[in-house]
């Protein structure tokens, strides 16, 4: 089994299996978030309290749930890379962490333009925001440490380490809302709480 694995994590293998899969991966993602855009910002009924101001959430959501989803991600391909020594799993973590640094870039900053109205303010110290902000700052770090050194398998150990030190992020940013008393509203659990009108174009924002 893992000289299966190791054979299909070899760079030309890999390549050669991304090539092909990527174009279709793409079109996909593009239908789904088209899908879920036009129906979400054209088609949603307003809500009853924010009007059409909630409609950022299909921005905002799939930009967050992105953003932890890329870096559990990462810490798999960093623990891969550290204990398995396998480059392509390096590799694969300095590819994420930009993607990764945009997403919770975009989660930020349609956060705090959703949260305006409602708290009067566009930022505030909330438990969700701040852990949220921790992980833009660990990607940010992610990416220093891998241009940091002129080695990269040391460039790669070093990521790969902080990369696995960050990862107790993730629960605190999923569960900040159930563990203090925060401004950010409440779990959705999977978005059941939503009227099916507005969930069904979450999800497909979501899957794009």
Known sequence: MWKTLHQLAAPPRLYQICGRLVPWLAAAGIIALATGWVRGFGFAPADYQQGEGYRIMYLH????????????AMAVAAFTGLVWQMKMATLAVAAMAPVGAVYTFIALVTGAAWGKPMWGTWWVWDARLTSELVLLFLYAGVIALWHAFDDRKMAGRAAGILVLVGVVNLPVIHYSVEWWNTLHQGSTQMQQSIDPAMRSPLRWAIAG
């Open 61 to 72: 959501v799939p930009a967050a749930i992105w953003s932890m989803g890329i870096y559990a």
